[in-house]
């Protein structure tokens, strides 16, 4: 199965009926394809654990998810988390775009886009534009930024609902505490500097509404009326937040407790913010204006040229003063709100586009999900602070089935006053992305994941996004597949395995024997349409190891000091490891099916001890439970087949048994069934289809491969 889904937020995507129908599945192997990053939040992540199923989940790896569901005391650690993602490491298949530059450049012939073509990723030239405000604009923002350090963020204190993994002892309620104020006027100060960033109807719009911008300025929008912050500070009065279980009201400022000093609170908060006003409303046009002038530049190179900002109320502001200053100029503003819009942005910038001086005003909802492979220039007319918010915007164009070689990237070289220096100590990890801090209060989706650390120019912010190009915020996050490509590249020519990779004849079975410090097998069985192969690798006193990152890494580990003269056949040492390999057959299944056999063996166990079964059900029981047992022979039981047979009872179990829960955090896996084996109905025609669906499969003889044998002399 594979699971395709490009999602806004984690959160969202596991609570949909969509992804409820993914987690009941009985795949085999799941993949997520996603460029949307894992975020560091606890929450998220036990979510997407649970949209990959938790019974792909090992024994170990399970009661380590089972202890952070379930507890409401644990204190999660930085361990934890990184534990979590470890796991949904297993998952991940991560291709840069040098990666994929790397592979065009081997055989570019067999890359080309539907007209023709040849496809590759284009360079892309960095380059910036001086926006243009004004010494006496600087000298205003400069005052508006020294007043919003005065704001408290009091939206953001509404209410304090700690999670359930907080609140030990006294100092973690002091600790959670300080956390929030601090995290609320950080976020009641970023929200002026990133609005103002965007332009000064952006500001206006988030202090006074929409509604008032448009009538101020004359401006057209199809958007919806927000902001207003005034208005809901004024709405606050009257009502003190309110404090969960375990937080009493002696570790609040008096301030958040007292009715009064609450109240005026609220009313000094408003006092700054008309302030702000009063200084915003000074601030003239030129920035504005210089935006618009850069982008006419540009159609002078280019065709067609792409504008972000964050805010629709600019971009439709800006789409105004591009139509007075450019009669001539095509222009479009897309949200992704409007799919006819979206459709006639995404034919201007086909491959077969004729377009020539066009502009399109794109939001960040046109960041993800859009090809506009047609243009070949693109503006930042905001800069956001996140790495991954700018990459996803220059990804619309740095696609590698574009027709321009190269393409052009420009960014906003801000004044000191308005540039992501203040912004650096606002957005530390610590103070919005604390893994264990609870979402009481809602924090910008985007200041979720990295931002961008060297800010002190604008060639610094180019050169971090470049170095970070490719990587769309997995941080921490690892390849699966990465040690099997440093195993090839280690010990494989790239003249051998092209010279492999083209031949369709097949070896039945390839054996090798070396002299080595040990006695140790590597096994590799054969694919088919069906299975993927397999890897195992046996050493003596040693537990076996399956999986691909663990097998990669012995074998890198031994290969180096083997001997290159290939020793004798030795048959008893092969029939050794065969007979482990047997053995430990079950092993080399995914663990939802592996885990499905243990259920169904016990299950058919305590059936077989039952005192009222006839006869006969007892004898197609012990034929059901012979399947189970490992043999060398001629035919020998497929184990995907009857893990597969035995998913179809054992799935539609646990599902009933998850939805019947009282406690929704009560954790669940296949194995729960052990203790519910009385509510699985197993009858002479259940157990007999299973004798007869279940498949059998080749001998070892022809499953293997590939086998090296290392034997120590």
């Known amino acids: 199965m594979k699971n395709r889904n490009g999602w806004h937020g984690l959160t969202e995507i596991a609570n949909s009926n969509r992804s409820k129908k993914i987690s009941k599945n009985n795949a085999s192997y799941n993949i997520l394809i996603t460029a949307t ?72 012939e067999k890359y080309r886009n539907k007209v023709g073509n040849k496809c590759r990723f284009p360079k892309v030239n960095d380059k910036s534009y001086k926006t243009g405000e004004s010494i006496e604009d600087r000298s205003i923002v400069e005052e508006i930024n020294n007043l919003s350090s005065k704001l408290r963020g009091l939206n953001y ?46 500001l206006l719009e988030y202090l006074l509404g929409t509604e008032h911008v448009k009538e101020e300025f004359d401006i057209k929008t199809s958007k ?74 540009l159609l002078n190179s280019h065709n067609i040229v792409i504008a972000f900002d964050s805010s629709l109320i600019t971009l439709d502001f800006f789409n105004k003063l591009l139509e007075e200053k450019g009669a001539s100029i095509k222009s479009y503003i897309a949200t992704g709100s409007n799919s006819s819009v979206v459709e006639k942005v995404l034919k201007v910038c086909s491959h077969e586009t004729k377009h020539t001086n066009t502009v399109i005003f794109c939001s960040d909802m046109m960041s993800e999900g859009v090809n506009l492979q047609g243009a070949s220039s693109l503006i930042l007319l905001d800069l956001p602070s996140v790495i991954r918010l700018v990459e996803q915007r220059i990804g619309r164009i740095d696609r590698m089935d574009t027709d321009h070689e190269s393409i052009d990237v420009l960014w906003p070289n801000d004044s000191e006053e308005y540039s992501l220096k203040s912004d650096r100590r606002l957005i530390e990890t ?85 002299k080595s410090d040990g006695d140790w097998c590597f096994i590799c069985t054969r694919g088919n349409i069906n299975t993927s192969p397999k890897w195992l690798f046996l050493e003596i006193d040693k537990k076996p190891l399956t999986d691909f990152i663990g097998v990669s890494g012995a074998l890198t580990e031994k290969l180096p000091f083997v001997e290159k003269q290939r020793l004798r056949w030795s048959q008893s040492k092969l029939d ?17 099916q592996r885990r499905s056999l243990d259920v169904a063996y016990f299950i058919l166990d305590m059936y077989r001890m039952k005192k009222t079964i006839s006869k006969d059900l007892k004898s197609i029981i012990n034929r059901n439970i012979s399947l189970f047992n490992p043999s060398i022979k001629d035919e020998v039981v497929d184990y995907n087949s009857l893990a597969k047979l035995w998913l179809e009872i054992l799935q539609p179990a646990i599902d009933q048994l998850r939805n019947k829960r009282k406690n929704r955090r009560k954790a669940l896996n296949l194995s729960a069934l052990k203790d519910n084996w009385k509510s699985i109905s197993l009858n002479e025609d259940v157990l007999k289809r299973i004798l007869e669906k279940c498949e059998t499969t080749e001998t070892i003889d022809h499953r293997i491969a590939t086998c090296i044998v290392g034997i120590k002399y």
């Open 576 to 592: 050794n490891f065969l007979k482990q390999f047997r053995e430990y057959e079950k092993m080399l299944l995914p663990e939802k």
């Open 37 to 108: 990053p894992v975020n560091k939040r606890l929450d998220d992540l036990v979510r997407i654990i649970e949209l990959l199923d938790i019974d792909n989940l090992s024994d170990e790896d399970y009661d380590h998810y089972k202890e952070i569901k379930e507890s409401k005391k644990k204190k999660v650690t930085r361990e934890d988390i990184d534990r979590l993602k470890g796991f949904i490491d297993q998952f991940l298949v991560r291709r840069t775009k040098a990666d994929l530059n790397k592979l065009i450049d081997k055989d570019s």
């Open 430 to 514: 610590s103070a919005f992305v604390d893994a264990t801090l609870g979402g009481n209060f809602s924090i910008p989706a985007d200041l979720r994941n990295k931002h961008f650390e060297n800010v002190n120019s604008i060639e610094d912010l180019q050169r971090e996004l470049s170095e970070h190009k490719g990587d769309t915020g997995w941080e921490g996050s690892h390849n699966f597949f990465k040690p099997i490509e440093l195993l090839k590249e280690k010990f494989i020519p790239d003249e051998v395995y092209e010279h492999i990779h083209d031949v369709h004849a097949q070896i039945k079975t390839k054996v090798s024997f070396y």
């Open 157 to 202: 204190l509404k209410k304090f609902e700690p999670p359930f993994y907080l609140l030990r002892n006294e100092k973690e309620k002091e600790i959670y505490i300080k956390q929030r104020l601090r995290g609320a006027q950080n976020l009641a100060i970023y929200m002026i500097r990133y609005r103002l960033r965007s332009s000064k109807l952006a």
């Open 224 to 297: 919806n009326d927000t902001g207003n912050i005034l208005e809901t500070i004024k709405s606050l009065i009257g009502k003190v937040p309110h404090k969960g279980k375990g937080l009493e009201e002696q570790y609040f400022p008096n301030w958040l407790v007292d009715q009064d000093l609450y109240d005026q609170a609220c009313k000094d908060e408003m006092d700054i913010y008309n302030k702000i006003i009063e200084l915003t409303d000074k601030l003239s046009m030129k920035r504005e204006s210089g935006k618009v002038d850069q982008i006419i530049r």
